[in-house]
T-cell receptor
Framework: GAGVSQSPRYKVAKRGQDVALRCDPISGHVSLFWYQQALGQGPEFLTYFQNEAQLDKSGLPSDRFFAERPEGSVSTLKIQRTQQEDSAVYLCASSPGGGTALYEQYFGPGTRLTVT | AQSVSQHNHHVILSEAASLELGCNYSYGGTVNLFWYVQYPGQHLQLLLK??????LVKGIKGFEAEFIKSKFSFNLRKPSVQWSDTAEYFC????????????FGKGTMLLVSP
């Protein structure tokens, strides 16, 4: 079956622009995660949704970052007034449900954001 | 806050050599442990996981990892690597108590020369 897809795969933004990154999780997966991966680092947690509810947004680095999943499927991560330090790969992951299955995450290919 | 340390950023091996990648974590409570792998041009994918039970865990492609609680370690091993094992390997941990976020290490890039 189809895996997690993300679009765009690459995004170049000028400093100060707003960007929107899309994630299509695996069909039926109730849990969805966003991570930020800077160059040479591991993924760092940003936010977590269970269906349409955003249960944890503790990893969002500033109020310029906003995520939504209005119908419990597709999710969008929005970054307002982008800064150079926002340059990173943004990864989306989904998992089938709760308990330990929550952590068996399926990752998308990521969106590489470059802020110039 | 928990943290994950991967000791080597880059490892170069010849085919058929044995592999051991180190992973240590800082959290003192009960944990879930994972190794993820990212092959060139591909997505991150789960290699193996430990939740409880036998501390020696077997994953895909001949990989295994051993959880040693006293050492806070979850090292990844493979007796004989292949060129196709060239990839970046990430260790991850989370607290085994309700919901908690995954914390990843910085990754180890493994290059296997034919």
């Amino acid at each position: 079956g189809a895996g997690v897809s993300q679009s765009p795969r690459y995004k170049v933004a000028k400093r100060g622009q707003d960007v929107a990154l899309r994630c299509d999780p695996i069909s039926g997966h109730v849990s969805l995660f966003w991570y930020q991966q800077a160059l040479g680092q591991g993924p760092e947690f940003l936010t977590y949704f269970q269906n349409e509810a955003q249960l944890d947004k503790s990893g969002l680095p500033s109020d310029r970052f906003f995520a939504e999943r209005p119908e419990g499927s597709v999710s969008t991560l929005k970054i307002q007034r982008t800064q150079q330090e926002d340059s990173a790969v943004y990864l989306c992951a989904s998992s089938p449900g709760g308990g330990t299955a929550l952590y068996e995450q399926y990752f998308g290919p990521g969106t590489r954001l470059t802020v110039t | 806050a928990q943290s994950v340390s991967q000791h080597n950023h880059h490892v170069i091996l010849s085919e058929a050599a044995s592999l051991e990648l180190g992973c240590n974590y800082s959290y003192g409570g009960t944990v879930n442990l994972f190794w993820y792998v990212q092959y060139p041009g591909q997505h991150l994918q789960l290699l193996l996981k430990y939740f409880s039970g036998d501390p020696l865990v077997k994953g895909i492609k001949g990989f295994e990892a051993e959880f040693i609680k006293s050492k806070f370690s979850f090292n990844l091993r493979k007796p004989s690597v292949q060129w196709s094992d060239t990839a970046e390997y990430f260790c991850a941990v989370n607290q085994n108590s309700g919901y908690s976020t995954l914390t990843f290490g910085k990754g180890t890039m493994l290059l296997v020369s034919p």
